[in-house]
């Protein structure tokens, strides 16, 4: 029997992952002492008879990693715990990490209004962070490169959290923010619209936003309706400005929820009504698709599983090293709230 058990038995029966199984049964940190407990009783019922090595002292050492936080160049302090999506994610991190037996530490990335990192932490930050770090948002490949560099002459691994990238060596838990995005423009299709326009913040170089913009071309595109995009450059700022007596759309997808909100309060200003007159639909779906009236229709991200993930991606990449490197995405679901409606006898042949 014992030859035949394999680590996805036991996982299966232990109700853990296959990861945590491997750490368990090789005494390697990673693992909290109850799982791993649990673990190995369950092995051993199912008559896995393989010896478990005893840890070494550095290997019973509790691991450290780091948490980089992505901040705006500004003057105020930046913090994850204060942002309505990364709060959870980060929540997300803690809660694995902690079953994991992983001490955190947070940091902050100061970028510039492009998303270019205009200061790096201190080497003792990165010393510290000896078992990995957590890289939270989407960078160009340029930034992302300097972190690599760095970190790699220390043999730190990286997870970036909230990216999606195909840089070499780096793993990656994201969201399939193209397939949202179209999944969000075609809802709007089979409620009656076909002049939809997106929203976001266009100007920063944020590849999340840029995918949720390209999947929005391609359901306008798969439909043969012409597109309509609207930077958002601030709190009071859409370029081009929005006419209230000359809109030219029914409907439009936002970069996020907080920018739909910013939306919706300028176009209340000027006397268009969210969903009577033009429809808006988000992205992520934080707290701020709650605390606008009308509730928000939005594209959900799973921010906590996006941290659970992160931290199983970091404990493969301890086991396994050498593997090639992982991009796991989440796919995000539709909520359906009040700021859409859904309109008939409009034009559905395009223009333009």
Known sequence: MSGRVTLEDIAEASDTSVASVSLALRNKPGVSRARRERILAVAREMGYSRETPVASPDESAVRSAAVLFRSITSDRPATPLMDSFYSWVVTGIQEAAQDAGLHLMLGALRCDANNVPVELPPASFFDRASSGLFLLGSFPDASLDRLIEITGARGIPIVNVDGHTARTFVDSVGTMNREGAYEATSYLIQRGHSRIAFAGRLDRNVPSFNQRLQGYREAMAAHGYPTRELTIRGDREVSPPIEADDLGVTAIVVGNDYDATVLMRLLHGQGVRVPEDVSI????????????????????????????????AMAFRWSWPDAAPQMTLLRPQLVERDSVASISGQDEHPTG
């Open 281 to 312: 639909i988000g992205f992520d779906d934080t707290e701020h698709a709650t605390h606008v009236v009308p509730a928000l229709t939005t594209m959900r991200v799973d921010m906590l599983t996006m941290g659970r993930l992160a931290v199983q």
